[in-house]
Nanobody
Framework: QVQLVESGGGLVQAGGSLRLSCAAS????????RGWFRQAPGKEREFVAA????????SYADSVKGRFAISRDNAKNTVYLQMNSLKPEDMAVYYC???????????????WGQGTQVTVSS
């Protein structure tokens, strides 16, 4: 089992920044890939970014490339999503997920956090 707790969401103006955190506990060595997904009202959950813990390999959705950055802190067992130049279309509930490979598909992740709301005002 892996427990994931997201934090850092909130309200920000367009063009602003937020940093989301995802703290993990449990069998984190087995499920060493982390992904961020988001879901806006009325839309399907979509991939945002992923990282493979051991090798620091990252991937991003085209819509966030150059604006978002995923990173990790080994000592804190925490993954971050730095979000810059936020746009109204980035507004969604953001979810952290843990799996064995840094997939862009939800099916690649076994454990999910509860989500954190990001609201971007125009």
């Amino acid at each position: 089992q892996v427990q994931l707790v997201e934090s850092g969401g909130g309200l920000v103006q367009a063009g602003g920044s937020l940093r989301l955190s995802c703290a993990a506990s449990g069998r984190t060595s087995t499920y060493s890939a982390r992904g961020w997904f988001r879901q806006a009202p009325g839309k399907e959950r979509e991939f945002v970014a992923a990282i493979r813990w051991s090798y620091d390999i990252t991937s991003y959705a085209d819509s966030v490339k150059g604006r978002f950055a995923i990173s990790r802190d080994n000592a804190k067992n925490t993954v971050y999503l730095q979000m810059n130049s936020l746009k109204p279309e980035d507004m969604a509930v953001y979810y952290c997920a843990a799996g064995t490979d840094p997939s862009t598909s939800q099916r690649g992740y076994r454990y999910w956090g509860q989500g954190t709301q990001v609201t971007v005002s125009s």
